[in-house]
């Protein structure tokens, strides 16, 4: 079986996948996003210019209260 993969850029899916992926949180109306290292800068990057204000960095230690 042969298929024509676009390999994701170090630290994330493929701009395809991301845009994908921020078109459902979009639909979802998050509060908060909380991405963390494994996100990616690029994805963080896109994140917060798509949701301003909802965008937090998560970390080791971080404790988030509802």
């Not at 509060?31 to 960095?57: D, F």
């Amino acid at each position: 079986m042969s298929r024509d993969l676009q390999r994701p850029e170090r630290g994330g899916e493929s701009p395809q996948e991301l845009e994908k992926t921020l078109e459902a949180l979009g639909e979802l109306g998050p509060e908060l996003i909380v991405p963390c290292h494994c996100t990616g800068e690029r994805a963080v990057k896109m994140l917060k210019k798509k949701h301003p204000g909802k965008v937090m960095e998560g970390f080791s230690g971080l404790v988030l209260e509802f």
